[in-house]
């Protein structure tokens, strides 16, 4: 990593985004934000209520998202958004053309005891089966790694930063 990654920190809820995202900023030495104080209210009250967002939903969040990673290209910065599918990706690499997505994936049961077990979380384990349902994993061709979110947090930071120093460098167009 020659130069500071913008790391989108990606995956299902409850696969420890909001735990990583921040260990791996500070292994990093850069900024981190959380991708769920993106979302307006209006966003938070229907998934509080148990209804999965559609992608009307998505896209005001998503922009925000991808103002705040496109504007820390070169300077680094890692931001947490459940990213699930291509086009919300597409999107944010759109804004952000550098991104790299850090995908952390896990089984269903170990992160559905994982969200069991939140307090104080607007998400509702019973939309996970509709996150897994949405999730596309990252293609070939998107700059990024994917890691196992099995293991204590700075294990699963420790795999991620080693993943993302062998991830190639993403190039400066956004992909289709």
């Not at 896209?59 to 290209?73: E, F, H, N, S």
């Not at 291509?86 to 991104?99: E, H, K, Q």
């Not at 998107?142 to 080693?162: C, K, L, N």
Request: with cysteine; hydrophobic share 40%; charged share 20%.
């Amino acid at each position: 990593m020659d130069k500071p990654l913008v790391v989108v920190v990606m995956g299902v809820a409850g696969t420890g985004k909001t735990t990583i995202g921040p260990l791996l900023a500070e292994r990093l030495g850069v900024p981190y934000a959380e991708g769920d104080d993106f979302h307006p209210p209006a966003n938070i009250a229907k998934m509080s209520a148990g209804v999965p967002l559609e992608d009307a939903d998505r896209w005001p969040w998503l922009d925000a998202i991808g103002r705040w990673a496109g504007g820390r290209a070169g300077l680094g910065g890692v931001v947490s958004s459940s990213a699930l599918k291509r086009a919300y990706r597409d999107r944010l690499r759109t804004a952000a053309p550098g991104v790299v997505f850090l995908h952390l994936s896990g089984d269903r049961a170990l992160i559905g005891e994982r969200m069991a077990g939140r307090r104080g979380h607007f998400m509702p384990t019973a939309l996970l089966d509709s996150q897994f349902a949405t999730l596309q994993p990252l293609g070939e061709d998107e700059a990024g790694v994917a890691v196992d979110v099995s293991g204590t947090p700075e294990e699963i930071t420790d795999r991620a930063v080693t993943a993302l120093r062998r991830c190639p460098a993403p190039s400066n167009a956004p992909l289709s």
